[in-house]
């Protein structure tokens, strides 16, 4: 999938990566910024990529039941919630007009896919992450989804378990480096 990140160019997700798998992926990706996002732990996968190759930091497929669980927005800051070509951002607006917070989402049957959920560094430790997590699963549930997805950090699984999400996989990301 095309992720329209800086040095993101794609990202390819393995839910069962194989020796095999990996191999024909590893062989035929050619375009450096170009991700793997493989369902198993490092241990288990990082052997078998061969350079140019570089294994990140450790990350968590987590999952979570999605309810309709309105917040308002906190003083000094506006809810915006867009969709345009079947994603759905929620983004945190200080008065001024710049994104505080922000979290997107499409649906995909009745799973929604949450991703790139991120907080402004001048904005952190105000819950902002809370309300825009809210969010994305009151409005992705009021459209019919049921189950939420999305690959966390190490510091994103901290605030995502406290708002009921749980670990379903580690996850080991790597990307093509030249």
Same mark, same amino acid.
Not at 87 to 114: D, H, K, P, S
Not at 157 to 170: D, E, F, I, R, V
């Given at each position: ?7 993101? $160019? /794609? @990202?390819?997700?393995? =839910? &069962?990566?194989?020796?095999?798998i990996?191999?024909r992926?590893?062989?035929?990706? %050619? #375009?450096?910024?170009?991700?793997l ?51 759905? $951002? /929620? @983004?945190?607006?200080? =008065? &001024? ?12 049957? %009745? #799973? ?32 019919g ?32 480096t030249?």
């Amino acid at each position: 999938m095309d992720v329209g990140l800086p040095g993101h $160019v /794609a @990202r390819h997700i393995v =839910a &069962a990566p194989t020796p095999e798998i990996l191999r024909r992926l590893t062989a035929t990706i %050619r #375009t450096p910024g170009t991700w793997l996002k493989l369902c198993a732990p490092a241990e288990a996968v990082g052997p078998l990529l061969p350079a140019p190759w570089a294994v990140q930091d450790r990350e968590f497929m987590m999952t979570a039941r999605l309810t309709r669980d309105p917040v308002p927005a906190p003083p000094g800051y506006t809810l915006a919630v867009t969709t345009r070509a079947g994603v759905t $951002v /929620a @983004r945190l607006l200080t =008065a &001024a007009g710049e994104v505080a917070a922000r979290g997107q989402f499409a649906i995909a049957g %009745r #799973t929604a896919v949450v991703d790139q959920v991120e907080t402004a560094a001048g904005h952190r430790r105000r819950g902002l992450g809370t309300v825009v997590m809210k969010t994305v699963a009151t409005t992705a549930a009021s459209m019919g989804a049921t189950t939420g997805v999305l690959v966390a950090t190490a510091q994103g699984q901290a605030l995502y378990s406290t708002l009921g999400w749980s670990l379903h996989t580690p996850v080991t990301a790597a990307v093509l480096t030249a």
